[in-house]
C-alpha cells in the first residue's frame, strides 16, 4: 500500500483492514445506536454503539475512542467494518466508537495529545483518562446485555487514548491493546526525532488535521493541494520553516503556530508525554507496533517498556511485526517495499495473537498463553518469543569506523583518524530515490545504494559475513566529531548489504536489482545541539572535537551469511527531516541566511553499538 500522503492515512478512524466485513454482514448482524455521553463537566461526546442483534448471551464491549471521526452518522448509516478484524467483529462483542472531546460530532475544546492530570479536584479537572472512565461509566448503565468487561484497541493517534485511558482505569476495563500509540512528539514519535522535526509528516498532517473546528460538524478538511508530486522540490523550495505560516497556514493551524514557540523539551512537550504516567496499569496490555513503522515505532516500545518498569500487570505484552503503520490491521504483512518476509505475518497476527488476547480476558476463553515479547525477526523471516523484550540473553558487540571504510569489530589503534565531507543545506541527501509528496512508508527498508554515492556520505560496510548474527534490541550510537559550523545533524543509518551475486524474485514486478541490495534496516536522525540536553541546546565549537551519544530504536535482525553489515553517516535526510541551518539558532524561526554549508569530521573512534543473541 503506497500512500501519496501519510496525513491522509492516518485520519481513518480505525485502521479498518482492506479484508472487512462488509456492509450486508454488519447490518445483518448489528444494530447501531447514537448517543451523546455526558461527561463530568458536563461535556457530551458522541458515541456510536453496534450491539449484536444476537441476545442469547451478554457481550464484552470494545471501545475506540479517536480524533479522526466515526463516520458515518446517523442510526442508519452503517459502517461497513468493526471492531479491529473481522475475526474478533465475528465472534461477537458490542463495538463504541467515540469521537473524542472537541472533534467530529463531539461538544468541547480539543487538545492535541491532551497533557494527563495526575491530581483531580474539580469536576472540571478533566483529561482523556477521565473521559474514558465516564464514557464506560456511562455505558455499563445506559447499554443492556452486556457482561460488565471492557476492551480498548486504537492505532497511531487512537492509540494514544488506549494508553491513556489505562491510567486509573475504570475496573471493567480489563483489556487494553495500544498500537502504534503516539507518545512524545518531540523526542521520537510522528514529528520529532531527538528534536529534529519530521517535515513531511508534520507539514501534511497539519495542514489537514489542524484547522479550527469551532461547532461539532461531520464536514472534513480539504486536502491540501501541494501544486507539485516532488516533495524535496516542495519543501527546499518552501525555504525555511519559518515560511510555513506566512506562505501557507496563515495562523489558521493553532498547534503549529504554538508548537514553533517551543523549539526545546520544555513544559509544554514534556506535558504531553503519556510515558510518565503509566504507573500501575491494571488491565491487561498488549501494545502492538510495526518494526518498520514511519511514525510510531518509538511509541510502542516507549509503551511497553514503561508499563514494564511501573508495577506492570500481570499479562503486559510486546507484539513486533515486519509492519509499516498499522499493517497489522490490513493485508498479509508478506512484504514492505522490495523487501519479502516470506510469511502472511498480518494474518498470523489477527487469528493467533489479538483475537486469544482479547477472547481471554474479556469473554474469560481458555487459549494458550501470550509471551512477554513475540517479534518478528527479519533476516530469517521467523516469529520469536521470549521471556522479556530486549531478551535477557544477549551480548555487546561493537563495530568502529576503520580505515579504507571498513567497519571493524575492535577498537582502531588510531582512534584520531577521520573521514571528512562537506554538508549544504542547498543540496541536502534525500530520504528515498524517488519522487513522492509525503513521508513514504518503505523509506524504512529502502535500498540505500544512492546515497552512498553521494559524497556527503560517509559509508563503511564488513567483510562478508560467515554466520549469522542476530541483532535484538535498541542500537547505541557514539560519534566523536568536530564541524567548522556551529549546529549540525547526524544521521546514522543500520544497513544489511545482500550478497551480489542474489538472484531478482520471480515474478519482478518493480525491476529490483537484489545484487548489492543496501536494505536499510534502521536509521535515526539526531539534532546536534541537544548532545548533552533536550532542554538546553549548546552549540558546538568550530572544529573542537565533539562526543554526540544517542539511541536508535529497537530492531530484531538476522544478518545472514554472505551479507555484510554497513553503516552509513550523513548530516541531512530530506526532506524526511527538515534542514538543520549548521547556525546555533532557533530553527523554527531561522532565516534563509542563516542556512551555510559547512565542514564535517567522522572520527573513528566513532561507534555502533549492537546487542546479538548468543
Known amino acids: 500500500m503506497r500512500p501519496i500522503l501519510t496525513a491522509l492515512l492516518l485520519l481513518a478512524s480505525s485502521w479498518s483492514p482492506v479484508h472487512g466485513q462488509g456492509l450486508e454482514y454488519v447490518k445483518a448482524h448489528y444494530t447501531k ?88 479536584r474539580a469536576p472540571k479537572d478533566i483529561d482523556e483518562s477521565t473521559d474514558t472512565f465516564d464514557t464506560i461509566d456511562w455505558l455499563l448503565k445506559h447499554v443492556p446485555n452486556h457482561n460488565g468487561k471492557v476492551g480498548m484497541w486504537g492505532i497511531s493517534y487512537p492509540g494514544f487514548y488506549v494508553a491513556a485511558g489505562m491510567i486509573d482505569a475504570h475496573p471493567a476495563l480489563v483489556a487494553a491493546s495500544p498500537q502504534a500509540p503516539v507518545t512524545d512528539w518531540f523526542i521520537g514519535d510522528d514529528f520529532h526525532h531527538n528534536g529534529a522535526m519530521f517535515l513531511p509528516h ?40 519559518s515560511n510555513v505560516d506566512t506562505k501557507y497556514f496563515k495562523g489558521d493551524v493553532a498547534f503549529w503556530t504554538e508548537a514553533i514557540k517551543h523549539g526545546t523539551y520544555d513544559d509544554f512537550w514534556k506535558s504531553r508525554d503519556i510515558r510518565r504516567h503509566l504507573k500501575n496499569i491494571r488491565p491487561a496490555v498488549m501494545t502492538v507496533g510495526g518494526w518498520f513503522d514511519a511514525e510510531d515505532l518509538f511509541g510502542a516500545l516507549e509503551v511497553y517498556r514503561n508499563v514494564e518498569a511501573n508495577k506492570p500487570p500481570s499479562n503486559n505484552h510486546l507484539v513486533m511485526g515486519p509492519w509499516s503503520h498499522g499493517g497489522w490491521a490490513r493485508g498479509d504483512g508478506d512484504g514492505l517495499g522490495n523487501v519479502k518476509f516470506n510469511a502472511k505475518t498480518g494474518e498470523y497476527y489477527r487469528e493467533h495473537i489479538e483475537l486469544p488476547f482479547f477472547e481471554k480476558h474479556l469473554k474469560g476463553k481458555v487459549t494458550p498463553d501470550l509471551p512477554k515479547a513475540s517479534v518478528f525477526e527479519t533476516g ?3 516469529w520469536r518469543k521470549f521471556d522479556a523484550w530486549p531478551p535477557r540473553y544477549t551480548r555487546q558487540k561493537s563495530y568502529w569506523l576503520g580505515d579504507a571504510g571498513r567497519l571493524v569489530a575492535a577498537a582502531p589503534a588510531n582512534g584520531a583518524a577521520f573521514e571528512v565531507f562537506t554538508s549544504d543545506p542547498a543540496k541536502p541527501v534525500p530520504y528515498i530515490d524517488r519522487i513522492g509528496i509525503g513521508m513514504e512508508n518503505e523509506y524504512m527498508v529502502a535500498d540505500q545504494r544512492f546515497a552512498g554515492r553521494r559524497t556527503d556520505v560517509l559509508v563503511y560496510s564488513t567483510d562478508v559475513l560467515t554466520e549469522d548474527m542476530t541483532v535484538a534490541g535498541p542500537i547505541d550510537v557514539e560519534l566523536s566529531v568536530s564541524t567548522t559550523g556551529t549546529d549540525a545533524d547526524w544521521v546514522v543509518k543500520l544497513i544489511d548489504v545482500y550478497p551480489s551475486d542474489l538472484p531478482d524474485p520471480d515474478p519482478n514486478p518493480t525491476h529490483v536489482k537484489l545484487g ?14 541537544f548532545r548533552n ?62 542556512f551555510k554549508k559547512a565542514t564535517h569530521r567522522v572520527y573513528h573512534s566513532s561507534r555502533v553499538g549492537l546487542r546479538v543473541t548468543k
Not at 507539485?228 to 519543501?235: H, K, L, R, V
Not at 548489492?516 to 545541539?529: C, I, M, S, Y
Not at 552549540?539 to 562526543?547: A, M, N, Q, R, S
Open 516 to 529: 548489492g541490495f543496501q536494505q536499510l534496516v534502521r536509521g535515526e536522525p539526531f539534532r546536534g545541539k
Open 202 to 241: 508534520t507539514f501534511n498532517f497539519f495542514a489537514i488535521f489542524g484547522k479550527p473546528r469551532p461547532e461539532p460538524t461531520a464536514k472534513a478538511s480539504p486536502p491540501f493541494e501541494h501544486g507539485t508530486p516532488d516533495g524535496y522540490d516542495f519543501f527546499l523550495a518552501m525555504g525555511p520553516l
Open 33 to 120: 445506536f447514537e448517543y451523546r455521553i455526558p461527561m463530568r463537566d458536563g461535556v457530551k461526546l458522541y458515541t456510536a454503539v453496534y450491539v449484536p442483534k444476537d441476545e442469547a448471551q451478554p457481550y464484552p464491549m470494545m471501545l475506540l475512542r479517536t480524533p479522526y471521526s466515526i463516520k458515518p452518522y446517523g442510526v442508519d448509516q452503517y459502517r461497513t467494518d468493526l471492531g479491529p478484524s473481522p475475526l474478533v467483529c465475528k465472534q461477537g462483542y458490542i463495538f463504541v466508537y467515540q469521537d473524542v472531546r472537541g472533534r467530529t460530532m463531539s461538544e468541547g475544546v480539543f487538545e492535541n495529545v491532551r497533557p494527563h492530570m495526575t491530581t483531580k
Open 380 to 382: 530469517t523471516n521467523r
Open 533 to 594: 540536553s533536550f532542554e538546553k541546546p549548546e552549540p558546538f565549537e568550530p572544529g573542537k572535537l565533539t562526543t554526540v551519544k544517542f539511541t536508535m530504536p529497537d530492531i530484531c535482525h538476522t544478518f545472514r551469511p554472505g551479507h555484510k553489515v554497513m553503516v552509513q553517516i550523513q548530516s541531512t535526510w530530506f526532506p524526511l527531516v527538515d534542514r538543520n541551518p549548521q547556525t546555533f539558532t532557533d530553527i523554527y524561526s531561522a532565516k534563509a541566511e542563516d
